[in-house]
């Protein structure tokens, strides 16, 4: 009496509780003592020091009033580091989103862009608790790297204006194609103290970073052009003078207008602001995890995003994610865990609370040429030049993800170029996999040791009326059209088909619905059909179309399954003769 052996259980995966715990406990947990404290600090504090011009110049080019851009710091760099999923993420205002941004604020306002902020943030939260965040990691490098660039690009001639001094008669268009020739019309009226200061606040930084590489160079160009410009009376345009100020304290959280129809006229905004969010925090923390060896939980990340950009819009900030330059500042300043990024939120906010008027004096073209170096330093140089090399399938999705970026709208630059590199997936794939096949015309005689299958995965099934196949590869529907013109190839005098499936690690259902044709050609004439090395979900898959036994007979290598094809028939043609026999006496 034979035993049912029960099937193997699976490793049972983490819990949601593991899942979205957030790493501020995880370290807790592991111990923080008074060392750990003090390396955080410093490590905040210079992040802080990064942040501080970075998030006003963020804003100001956004639309928005450098206020914003500090409201946006504080609250995302003290919510992202308090539930993220990553120990080292420094979350804030991004390069990244200056175009959505600017855009949203030019088509539905202030309050719009505060309204698509909180949706975004809600689409977030759903995001991660859905855990769908690692797809979103799926996104082809060329797609980033083009976009990033084409983000670049946008930025240095929104600038463009600020670092000149120019003084243009009417509003600044936004696309780039309307945006130079009023450029070009308005240079004749080019300030000359306006370039000088905005030249020489690109020189510091740049000149730091290759001299002093410790100093916070983005900093020092700032205060030392408010100093400039604060003693020398010099005529340019400064925050004091275009905005009035910065509070001295946080804004009371509120909500912006919200009906059916303003929610339905921001959604697109909103989707970009989560798409592009959910890609660029991620991206920072994979950054991070290199940088340290650490991993993220990449759900847990988009939720504590979420809540971020939702808290943020309630206190008039813009958006938040998570920012790369920000977060390796704070990888190299030796930050211990997420409390370096609470401290670094914290310290921007005693800045509101004790120098806000300083910031009066810092002048416009400072904040551009800040800017300016931003966008030379996102453009990854090198990644292009190797993509460019590597293949024209690589060199089409990186430029077609820059030119619409640039020339037309980044949600549709990011949608285009991952279609393409789909695409480009999906060739590649198709032409790995493969198919072999192997019917002999006349048996010949073999030891049975040498009934084995060959290193060129082919085996001589021993029998002209049986044929094998053996399929190499990811088979799906990519590689169905090979597949198919191999089967119309068969002819009706094989009684007998084996397909081998040791080769193949997954397979989907335009493939196996090939193959339930495949089975029901065989059988419909009359032969046998054997499947042989299916692994455990291929062969599920394979249940669900409808290719049970006694339909398909399953073996576990080809061997086995040349001995019982070639027993079924001996059996057929000892039967048939027998038949014959009867009949004919």
């Not at 463009?160 to 194609?177: T, Y």
């Not at 330093?377 to 460019?388: P, Q, S, Y």
Request: a positive charge.
């Amino acid at each position: 009496m034979k035993t049912a052996t029960p099937p193997k259980s699976r490793a049972a995966g983490p819990g949601f509780v593991e899942l979205f715990t957030p790493k501020l406990i995880t370290v807790l947990r592991e111990g923080y003592g008074l060392a750990q404290l003090r390396a955080d600090a410093i490590a905040g504090l210079t992040v802080a020091i990064v942040a501080l011009p970075l998030s006003m110049a963020i804003a100001i080019a956004s639309g928005a009033s450098p206020a914003q851009g500090l409201y946006t710091a504080i609250i995302g760099g003290i919510l992202v580091s308090l539930l993220g999923g990553s120990r080292f993420q420094i979350g804030g205002p991004a390069g990244a989103f200056i175009v959505l941004v600017a855009a949203t604020v030019q088509q539905h306002g202030m309050d719009g862009l505060l309204l698509a902020t909180i949706l975004a943030g809600l689409m977030l939260v759903v995001i991660g608790f859905l855990r769908l965040g690692t797809y979103i990691k799926f996104i082809p490098y060329p797609v980033t790297v083009g976009f990033t660039a084409g983000i670049a690009v946008i930025i240095f001639a929104s600038q463009i204006k600020d670092l000149l001094g120019l003084k243009l008669s009417g509003g600044e268009p936004g696309p780039l194609l309307e945006k130079l020739p009023v450029i070009w019309d308005a240079l004749p009226g080019t300030d000359l103290t306006t370039v000088v200061l905005s030249g020489l606040t690109i020189v510091v930084i740049v000149g730091l970073k290759h001299l002093k590489p410790h100093w916070p160079g983005m900093l020092i160009a700032v205060a030392c052009a408010a100093m400039a410009t604060a003693m020398l009376d010099l005529p340019v345009s400064t925050i004091g003078s275009v905005f009035g100020g910065i509070p001295g304290s946080l804004p009371i959280p509120s909500l912006p207008e919200i009906s059916a129809t303003k929610m339905q006229a921001v959604l697109p905004n909103a989707i970009a602001f989560a798409l592009l969010g959910a890609i660029e925090s991620l991206l920072s923390a994979v950054v991070a995890d290199g940088m340290t060896g650490r991993r993220h939980r990449s759900n847990c990340e988009l939720v504590a995003q979420g809540v971020a950009n939702v808290a943020s819009g309630l206190f008039g900030g813009i958006c938040v994610t998570g920012t790369i330059a920000r977060t390796a500042t704070n990888v190299r300043s030796k930050a211990h865990g997420p409390v370096a990024g609470i401290l670094h939120g914290v310290f921007l906010l005693l800045f509101i609370l004790i120098a806000a008027p300083l910031a009066s004096f810092i002048p416009l073209a400072c904040l551009a040429g800040v800017l300016a170096v931003v966008a030379w330093n996102m453009i990854e140089r090198h990644a292009i030049i190797t993509l460019l090399r590597s293949s024209r399938g690589d060199a089409a999705v990186l430029l077609t993800t820059l030119l619409l970026t640039v020339f037309r709208d980044l949600l549709e630059a990011i949608v285009v170029g991952f279609a393409l590199g789909s695409v480009l997936f999906i060739r590649r794939m198709s032409n790995i996999a493969d198919v072999e096949s192997d019917t002999p015309f006349v048996a010949e005689d073999r030891a049975d040791s040498q009934v084995s299958v060959p290193k060129d995965g082919t085996v001589s099934a021993g029998d002209p009326d049986v044929v094998v196949f053996r399929i190499s590869g990811v088979f799906f529907f990519g590689a169905t059209a090979a597949f198919g013109s191999v089967l119309d190839r068969i002819g009706d005098t094989r009684r007998a088909l084996i397909v081998d499936f040791s080769a193949v690690p997954f397979l989907d259902s335009t493939a196996a619905n090939t193959l339930a044709g495949l089975v029901q050609k065989v059988r419909g004439r009359g032969g046998y059909i054997v499947f042989c090395g299916t692994k455990h979900d291929i062969r599920r898959d394979l249940f669900v179309h409808g290719m049970k036994p006694p339909l398909v007979h399953y073996e576990a290598d080809i061997d086995q399954a040349v001995t019982w094809a070639n027993k079924r028939l001996d059996k057929t043609v000892n039967a048939t003769a027998g038949l014959a026999d009867k009949h004919h006496a």
